[in-house]
């Protein structure tokens, strides 16, 4: 069992930054694929980003391409995403997962894991 926790979200202005984090608490955090997700009131949940189990390879969607990035350490069992140039569209509860397996996923339904979720405002 994997519990994630989110924290780092807040209200914003519009092409201001926020960093957000998500604290893992599996055994072996290397081994998860990890991912973030966000969902706006009113919308189905949508993938933002995600990582592999080493770091090396990431996709984002294409909403987000060039102004979020995502990171990990594995040394602290911990999961990021940088947001820059944030817009209004972009307020919503971001949720990170996470999945025990390789390679990337653009889908939740490839994760097992959730956390609670932190909410991002930008205002205009």
């Not at 519990?3 to 984090?21: K, N, P, T």
């Not at 055994?27 to 694929?33: K, L």
């Not at 009131?41 to 995502?70: M, Q």
């Not at 949720?95 to 930008?122: D, H, M, P």
């Amino acid at each position: 069992q994997v519990q994630l926790v989110e924290s780092g979200g807040g209200l914003v202005q519009a092409g201001g930054s926020l960093r957000l984090s998500c604290a893992a608490s599996a055994r072996t955090f290397s081994n998860y694929r990890m991912g973030w997700f966000r969902q706006a009131p009113g919308k189905e949940r949508e993938f933002v980003a995600t990582i592999n189990r080493s770091g090396g390879s990431t996709r984002y969607a294409d909403s987000v391409k060039g102004r979020f990035t995502i990171s990990r350490d594995n040394a602290k069992n911990t999961v990021y995403l940088q947001m820059n140039s944030l817009k209004p569209e972009d307020t919503a509860v971001y949720y990170c997962a996470a999945e025990r397996t390789t390679g990337l996923g653009l889908r939740a339904s490839e994760y097992a894991y959730w956390g609670q979720g932190t909410q991002v405002t930008v205002s205009s």
